[in-house]
């Protein structure tokens, strides 16, 4: 089946679209009425920019697998995989096709397969995801910018949440 149950005239229709809406909302010389459609695009600029990471970490993760495969079956390395300028993104009760510029989504990527491979840890990941974040928005001339990655912020709340838990209360007794 299609993308949104589509053909793929529709498919690249949409692409088309999503990148137009992108270099609307990021003509300096636009008028105040593109307002809406820069809050619309950041959103789902932010959205793929997320699903970005996460596709640069997940498919490092299936690429290194292949490669130590193929390695063990004395075949050609696969290919490295790259990053995609197009993807969907949720809105409301559907999805829609949402574009960043390759080199946006490609950095994005990289960081994915980086945090993959521990090669930063999740502070580090989320710092330079936001810094990669506030460059969309100041080209998108969205202030303020949005929040990267907020689903891995809460994962190291909660994780710093449950340590806190685990600490002993230095005001009750020790127990026998």
Known sequence: MALFGRSKDTQKE???????????ASDPDAPGSVRRIRS?????????????????AQRTERHEQAVI??????????????ARAFGTVPAFDHEVMAFLP????DRAF???????????????????MQALADEV???LQVDPPFEALRF?????????????????????????
Do not use: H, S
Not at 69 to 82: M, R, S, T
Not at 102 to 105: C, R
Not at 152 to 176: H, K, N, V
């Open 110 to 128: 990289d960081l994915g397969r980086r945090y993959q491979r521990v090669e930063i840890d999740a502070k580090q990941a989320i710092d330079y």
């Open 137 to 139: 928005c100041a080209t």
């Open 14 to 24: 949409a692409m088309v679209a999503a990148k137009r809406d992108f270099e609307i």
């Open 69 to 82: 495969v193929a390695i063990n079956n004395g075949k050609p390395q696969p290919e490295a995989p790259k």
């Open 152 to 176: 891995l912020r809460d994962e190291i709340t909660a994780e710093e949440g449950e340590e806190d838990g685990d600490e002993a209360d230095p005001q009750e007794p020790p127990r026998p």
């Open 102 to 105: 390759q080199e946006f989504a």
């Open 40 to 56: 619309r695009v950041a959103l789902r600029c932010k959205a793929l920019l997320d699903k970005t990471f996460v596709d640069g």
